[in-house]
T-cell receptor, first 113, second 111 residues
Framework: DTEVTQTPKHLVMGMTNKKSLKCEQHMGHRAMYWYKQKAKKPPELMFVYSYEKLSINESVPSRFSPECPNSSLLNLHLHALQPEDSALYLC????????????FGSGTRLTVV | SQQGEEDPQALSIQEGENATMNCSYKTSINNLQWYRQNSGRGLVHLILIRSNEREKHSGRLRVTLDTSKKSSSLLITASRAADTASYFCATGYSSASKIIFGSGTRLSIRP
């Protein structure tokens, strides 16, 4: 299995909703990442997990809460989002360091209404 | 914050022609990677070049790296319609477990 699977592919949520994005990989990668991408912009790093521990938080607002239940799963819990949080959320995984290529999921297109 | 800037921002060429994209970055790197993204979906890793390498090939792709100028180029030879996509360079560091993406080049291949 050489894929990163993200669910759901599309999500529409209200500003008072709580939802979660899920990401799964079975390549034995020990680093997992959340990126946010706005239209016609490059992906921006949000969080890095290394060996199931949060190693980098790029000053992301607390309405985004990451979770890594085990080495294959990565979640992003969403609560009280704003319309400007609408974006493509990408999950990626890699070997323990970022010195090899990343494998990206196809993303979750999030719309906050 | 973005590390790399890419030029051109957009490039339109005829099918069969070669496409060249350039990436410049600001600080010392451990490696530089190129990714392709189709229609705002997931990114696909194309090639990685380490800081001690100057040139690398993969199929129709050729990447160069000039660490003295802090720049890299991606050449796609004999372009095809399927090459239409956005291309991003990404810089990797030995001191941080993350890569930072450049601004991207939107490539369109005309039939």
């Amino acid at each position: 299995d050489t894929e990163v699977t993200q669910t759901p592919k599309h999500l529409v949520m209200g500003m008072t909703n709580k939802k979660s994005l899920k990401c799964e990989q079975h390549m034995g990668h020990r680093a997992m990442y959340w990126y946010k991408q706005k239209a016609k912009k490059p992906p921006e790093l949000m969080f890095v997990y290394s060996y199931e521990k949060l190693s980098i938080n790029e000053s992301v607002p607390s309405r985004f809460s990451p979770e890594c239940p085990n080495s294959s799963l990565l979640n992003l819990h969403l609560h009280a989002l704003q319309p400007e949080d609408s974006a493509l959320y990408l999950c990626a995984s890699s070997q323990a360091t970022a010195e090899e290529g990343y494998t990206f999921g196809s993303g979750t297109r999030l719309t906050v209404v | 914050s973005q590390q790399g800037e890419e030029d051109p921002q957009a490039l339109s060429i005829q099918e069969g022609e070669n496409a060249t994209m350039n990436c410049s970055y600001k600080t010392s790197i451990n490696n530089l990677q190129w990714y392709r993204q189709n229609s705002g979906r997931g990114l696909v890793h194309l090639i990685l070049i380490r800081s001690n390498e100057r040139e690398k090939h993969s199929g129709r792709l050729r990447v160069t790296l000039d660490t003295s100028k802090k720049s890299s180029s991606l050449l796609i030879t004999a372009s095809r319609a399927a090459d239409t996509a956005s291309y991003f360079c990404a810089t990797g560091y030995s001191s941080a477990s993350k890569i930072i993406f450049g601004s991207g080049t939107r490539l369109s291949i005309r039939p």
